[in-house]
């Protein structure tokens, strides 16, 4: 079974970029579905984006498209997520998930059987 770790989390001022990074291990990610997902104080987890294994399709929530965009290098074993023009409520425990099972795309939380630890954003000036 895969395990996922993320980095590149930290403190950017509104306006700011930063790229997260997904490093998988104990399985190649070229048959997964991978999205991220985030946790914001006192909030649900929210499904944000994920890209497909078969033709590397992506999907968006509406609040981060035209700001995040998602891409995967499976001879790396990577996947990343560009994060531009953050905004305060983009402040989160970003999540990188996998799931196994063919889909080609879901945002829901119970969809993914794999989750990496998470790593803490925080957009503040």
């Known amino acids: 079974q895969v395990q996922l770790v993320e980095s590149g989390g930290g403190l950017v001022q509104p306006g700011g970029s930063l790229r997260l990074s997904c490093a998988a291990s104990?399985?190649?990610?070229?048959?997964?579905?991978i999205g991220w997902f985030r946790r914001a104080p006192g909030k649900e987890r929210e499904g944000v984006l994920c890209?497909?294994?078969?033709?590397?399709?992506?999907y968006y929530v509406a609040s981060v498209k035209g700001r995040f965009t998602i891409s995967r290098d499976n001879a790396k074993n990577v996947v990343y997520l560009e994060m531009s023009s953050l905004k305060p409520e983009d402040t989160a425990v970003y999540y990188c998930?996998?799931?196994?099972?063919?889909?080609?795309?879901?945002?829901?939380?119970?969809?993914?059987?794999?989750w990496g630890q998470g790593t803490q954003v925080v957009v503040s000036s």
């Open positions: 890209i497909s294994y078969s033709d590397h399709s992506t």
């Open positions: 998930v996998a799931d196994p099972s063919g889909s080609a795309w879901s945002l829901r939380p119970d969809q993914y059987d794999f």
């Open positions: 104990g399985d190649t990610l070229d048959r997964y579905l």
